[in-house]
């Protein structure tokens, strides 16, 4: 039942539940039980630090140690200040009576501590000799051996004077490395001994390269001294153990004795700096003995001791965060209870850069890390569905298995957080949720304070801006100010584009924003993610269909029809509906229609489970029941979006209940078609409604709107504005949040009835307009969903264009059809092609001539030809800039229109790559190709010497260039080669 459930340790956790239909009383009676075990597990640990702390109070012979570091025991344990039986039970039984948590005389809560024996206060000195004179001395050595100013740093030095390349210092120096070189002083006085280390062997290794008077390697002492320092330093940091004080007083001399033989050899290898080298050895000296003989400042004690606390939590921690990377999209389809392994079925999501020219960057997912800025916040947004969580859960998922994908191996710790949970407002009760255990040993305070001063370096992942509340907007706040303080923090945002200007708003001036957007799954790598999907799906028991007939499918749909299955979200609920009906698949065309299917086939299933118990009697009343439930359901989930949550409120799961009271058919089971039940400790355990997911909740949301203007007889805009009760103002600050569910509203208008959006597709695209809507593809989509009549195209297209942005534009494969009548209306001075087969874009012409009128300047480049192109693309490259392209002709190809095609292109100055040449087309070729032809040709496969005068010929042409790779395969290829 446990792993049925997925049960996390933690009471604060919520839970989400299988199908409420398959929950059955022993499972309730489990899940409480669980829950309180959890909850006595936590307390225990509490009582056990407040214990601790009343103990403390209550001694009166404390050591003069223990006043200066109130976590320490010592005292109360000398025989001399043993206390009582009598006391012990006193402290008890004030420790039960008083409120909890304790309360300080000056009435603030006593942060529960805890306990630092003094074998931890002895290893935290060894810690700070080693991080203060350990540093100090490798300092030392890297500013006698450098060889360039102070105001000069390392990798100028490097590339100016030896000319490294940026690869090799890379591969040199790590990315926490390479950002302290990049962003602190170049004297290196804020480099840690691990770095210092790394650019003493750096330097050695060019100055040995290039001065043979003076190596690193001709002084191995010097080079063994400074490592093992190093490696002292790791060891000790590294440890949990603690140190008794003869273990200290030894460290503590070895460490000493280590770093006078390392000024002692320094003084041999720079002989003219020997009273410089010596003053700092008596400093470094005189450091250390006060280290030693004076107790720790108690911030860093804090720190050290968070430090410590924390890293005792790593491995229970990662391990959580691996079963993070197991989920279930859309859990509330099925009845099955596997759980998806990420690593199994993630595709590279597509994500893109853009420069204040809107010129777009791809950017490799493996890569984002590296585009956190140093004194800002990553932001990532995409539409609904788009892949945000997901890129979260890889994120989790990547740590907690060693992180060498993403590269965040660096992060000592990784929260995730999300900003639709209500029960974390501050990054102590994040911690708190997701490491209990610290929680308990160490105040809130403490934790915090480590955070923002430490040198633990930590990733926060915070996701779905665009489902904040008051409280996650709090938390968030709280992450954002721990991030100023401590540049070892890094955060990575995700949201909605409709969030994004609040999100400047919210971080303001504090933090820098580097903005990329997530754009879905590459049209090349969709195949392999439904592959995966599905294959995931038989081996879970949710489908029986054939995978390959799928991809068969997806392969034979139109461009503009494979543009919909861009989003991550709506290739799940394709591989979803081809397991229940695959002909159902065939016919959907839009985002509204994908829904619409699942809501079909849910209800189809309730019908058949409930007429199975309940007998063919009770159909008539199934029927209005339903239509009454899912009215109930839509209505509360437009209140719930106006409310910025993913769960209906009590008064709205109260409406819905209503409609099942008194009546035969099961209230849970009406329920499992269109919610998911969550439990939540607050008090006591509570049951909420929440929606499966944010593209439902627009759905539901745009369904409700749908009703209230086809039956209701209301506008759209009227429907929005009666949710803020006619507050002109308030509507038109929070309407950007409608932006999906207003575009989802055309679908459903479309699907029931053309004559629907002739009345409405005006409101519908002025709200959006309003909305501020900044995507191309949104538009085309949304145009798409209107497009039911040649008069509503053009009616639609002239509101559309003028807002359609036109700088840069790239026309791909799926915008052709929608710009064919959107461009029509809109002045453009140029744009890039970038299609991939002409002949299956059957409104290429119209869209070319649409562009000549416009007196457009059409560009492309290393555009690929077919055979099947080369007949369209014969003409409409007369009034296309190409600088090259690729001729994929097939080898039994008769092709008529190829000569009239390299005409065209030797006109344009065009170079024709041709990757291969068999003996079969030497003939077409030799036709086609003139002597003022631009060629590049890379290989012929002839099997006879017949044809060898083609290569004679082809050498005759001024501008045909053979590759170096170029190569004759076959029987006659030795005297090719000759």
């Not at 079963?323 to 079925?345: A, Y």
Request: aromatic share 8%; glycine share 4%.
């Amino acid at each position: 039942n446990y792993q049925r459930l997925h049960l996390n340790k933690h009471f604060t956790n919520r839970i989400i539940l299988p199908r409420v239909s398959e929950i059955t009383i022993r499972d309730q009676i489990m899940l409480l039980l669980n829950k309180v075990f959890n909850i006595m597990t936590i307390i225990v640990q509490y009582l056990e630090a407040w214990l601790n702390n009343m103990l403390i109070s209550i001694v009166k012979n404390e050591s003069e140690d223990s006043k200066v570091h109130h976590t320490q025991l010592n005292s109360a344990k000398s025989p001399g200040n043993a206390l009582e039986p009598s006391m012990l039970f006193i402290a008890t039984l004030m420790l039960l009576m008083l409120p909890f948590p304790p309360t300080s005389s000056a009435g603030t809560a006593v942060p529960l501590t805890f306990r630092i024996s003094p074998h931890h206060l002895n290893k935290f000195k060894v810690i700070h000799t080693l991080n203060t004179c350990g540093q100090a001395t490798l300092l030392k050595v890297f500013k006698c051996y450098k060889r360039f100013p102070d105001s000069k740093s390392i990798k100028a030095h490097l590339f100016e004077d030896f000319h490294m390349t940026e690869n090799e210092f890379r591969d040199r120096f790590d990315l926490t490395m390479r950002r302290v070189i990049e962003h602190s002083p170049a004297s290196g006085e804020e480099y840690d001994i691990s770095l210092l280390i790394k650019c003493l062997r750096t330097l050695s290794h060019y100055y040995d390269r290039h001065d043979s008077r003076r190596k690193w390697n001709d002084d191995r002492e010097l080079e063994s001294k400074c490592q093992k320092l190093a490696t002292k330093r790791n060891n000790v940091f590294h440890s949990f153990d603690g140190l008794d004080q003869l273990k200290m007083n030894n460290e503590m001399t070895q460490i000493n004795l280590l770093i006078n033989d390392i000024f002692s050899s320094l003084k041999l290898r720079f002989p003219s700096e020997v009273s410089e080298i010596s003053n700092k050895n008596k400093e470094i000296d005189d450091e250390s003995k006060d280290i030693l003989n004076q107790p720790l400042a108690e911030q860093d004690i804090k720190i050290y001791r968070c430090q410590m606390v924390l890293r005792d939590q790593i491995i229970p921690y990662k391990n959580h965060c691996k079963s993070l990377g197991k989920f279930k999209i859309l859990n509330f389809l099925s009845v099955s209870n596997n759980l998806h392994d990420i690593k199994l079925i993630f595709t590279e999501i597509l994500i893109e850069k853009s420069n204040k020219f809107n010129a777009k960057t791809p950017v490799k997912y493996t890569d984002i890390i590296n585009l956190v800025p140093e004194s800002g916040i990553l932001l990532l947004d995409s539409e609904a569905g788009g892949g945000k969580s997901t890129m979260i859960i890889k994120g989790v998922d990547d740590w907690s298995d060693g992180g060498t994908e993403m590269n965040t191996t660096e992060f000592i710790f990784l929260f995730p957080m999300k900003f639709r949970d209500t029960h974390l407002s501050s990054v102590g009760e994040l911690i708190a949720d997701l490491l209990p255990e610290a929680r308990a040993k160490m105040g809130t305070d403490d934790i915090i304070n480590c955070l923002g001063d430490s040198s633990l370096k930590m990733l926060f992942l915070c996701d779905g801006y665009d489902e904040r509340n008051d409280k996650s907007i709090k938390l968030f706040n709280e992450i954002c100010s721990l991030k100023e303080k401590n540049h070892h923090i890094k955060v990575i945002l995700t949201s909605r584009p409709e969030a994004v200007r609040d999100i400047y708003d919210t971080v303001g001036s504090r933090l820098m924003i580097e903005h990329l957007k997530i754009k879905g799954i590459h049209e090349n790598k969709r195949k392999d993610f439904l592959r995966l999907y599905h294959e995931e799906m038989i081996r879970a028991g949710m489908s029986h269909e054939n995978t390959e007939e799928l991809i068969k499918f997806y392969e034979s749909c139109s461009a503009q029809h494979k543009d919909l299955y861009r989003l991550p979200i709506n290739l799940v609920i394709l591989s979803w509906l081809w397991g229940q009906n695959p002909q159902v698949v065939k016919t959907i065309r839009t985002g509204a229609g994908l829904y619409k299917a699942i809501l079909d086939i849910l209800k189809k299933k309730l019908r058949e489970r409930v007429l199975s118990k309940l007998g063919i009697q009770y159909i008539d009343e199934l029927m209005d029941l339903t239509a009454s439930f899912e009215n109930k359901v839509f209505n509360a989930s437009l209140e719930a979006l106006k409310c910025d949550r993913i769960f209906i409120d009590k008064a709205g799961s109260d409406s819905i209940m209503d409609v099942c009271k008194g009546k035969a058919v099961p209230h849970l089971e009406l329920q499992g078609a269109y919610l998911l039940t969550s439990l939540e400790w607050n008090i006591k355990l509570v049951e909420n409604l929440e929606i499966p997911h944010k593209g439902f909740l627009d759905y539901y949301a745009a369904k409700c709107i749908e009703s209230k203007i086809v039956h209701g007889g209301k506008k759209v805009k009227d429907v929005l504005l009666e949710l803020y009760n006619n507050d002109q103002t308030e509507y038109e600050t929070q309407l950007p949040k409608y932006q999906n569910v207003i575009q989802l509203l055309g679908g459903i208008l479309a699907l029931k009835d053309p004559s629907l959006i002739e009345h409405h597709g005006h409101d519908i695209i002025a709200i959006l307009i309003q909305t501020g809507i900044r995507n191309n593809k949104q538009w085309f989509a949304l145009f798409n969903d209107l497009n039911v009549s040649t008069a509503a195209a053009e009616k639609f297209a002239k509101l559309i264009a003028p807002h359609l942005e036109l700088r840069n534009l790239t026309i791909e494969d799926a915008d052709v059809e929608a710009l064919s009548t959107l461009l029509k209306y809109v002045n453009v001075q140029s744009v890039r092609l970038n299609i991939s087969s002409a002949a299956k874009l059957p409104q290429l012409p119209t869209l070319i001539n649409v562009l000549r009128n416009n007196n457009c300047l059409i560009h492309t480049n290393d555009l690929t030809i077919s055979d099947a192109d080369v007949e369209v693309l014969s003409t409409l490259l007369k009034y296309v800039n190409v600088q090259s392209v690729t001729m994929q002709i097939s080898a039994t190809a008769i092709i008529p229109q190829l000569p009239s095609l390299i005409d065209v292109l030797r006109s344009k100055n065009c170079t024709i790559k041709i990757p291969a040449i068999t003996d079969k087309q030497i003939p077409l070729w030799r036709a086609s190709i003139i002597k003022e032809t631009k060629i590049e040709l890379t290989k012929i496969i002839v099997n006879t010497d017949q044809n060898l005068s083609f290569l004679n010929y082809m050498e005759t042409i001024e501008r045909c260039r053979i590759t170096n790779q170029w190569r004759g395969v076959g029987p006659a290829a030795q005297n090719m080669n000759g």
